[in-house]
């Protein structure tokens, strides 16, 4: 069973950065395509990212695009999600997410984070 665990939110000033980060139990993880997902209260979670396991193959959502950068080292392990130029509306619970196949990128995730909060105050 893969546990992903995500770490890196808190409360920024609109204009700001926050670096997400996504671990996993596992050292499979480079055998996973992973995936940033957020929900704004009262909304349903969309999509806001993706790589490719081996990092070739990017992603975003187009509210994100040129503000948002995801990356990987499979030798650490670990995914990220470089958010820079924040607003208030991307204030959300940020999950990580992951998945064995490259088809539906923007749905159909096999495992999941918990999540973490990302304030942005206006």
């Known amino acids: 069973q893969v546990q992903l665990v995500e770490s890196g939110g808190g409360l920024v000033q609109a204009g700001g950065s926050l670096r997400l980060s996504c671990g996993a139990s596992v050292r499979t993880l480079r055998m996973l395509h992973m995936a940033w997902f957020r929900q704004a209260p009262g909304k349903e979670r969309e999509f806001v990212s993706v790589?490719?396991?081996?990092?070739?193959?990017?992603y975003y959502t187009d509210s994100v695009k040129g503000r948002f950068t995801i990356s990987r080292d499979n030798a650490k392990n670990t995914v990220t999600l470089q958010m820079n130029s924040l607003k208030a509306e991307d204030t959300a619970v940020y999950y990580c997410?992951?998945?064995?196949?490259?088809?539906?990128?923007?749905?159909?995730?096999?495992?999941w984070g918990q999540g973490t909060q990302v304030t942005v105050s206006s």
């Open positions: 997410a992951a998945k064995e196949i490259w088809v539906n990128l923007y749905d159909d995730y096999k495992y």
């Open positions: 790589i490719s396991r081996s990092g070739d193959s990017t």
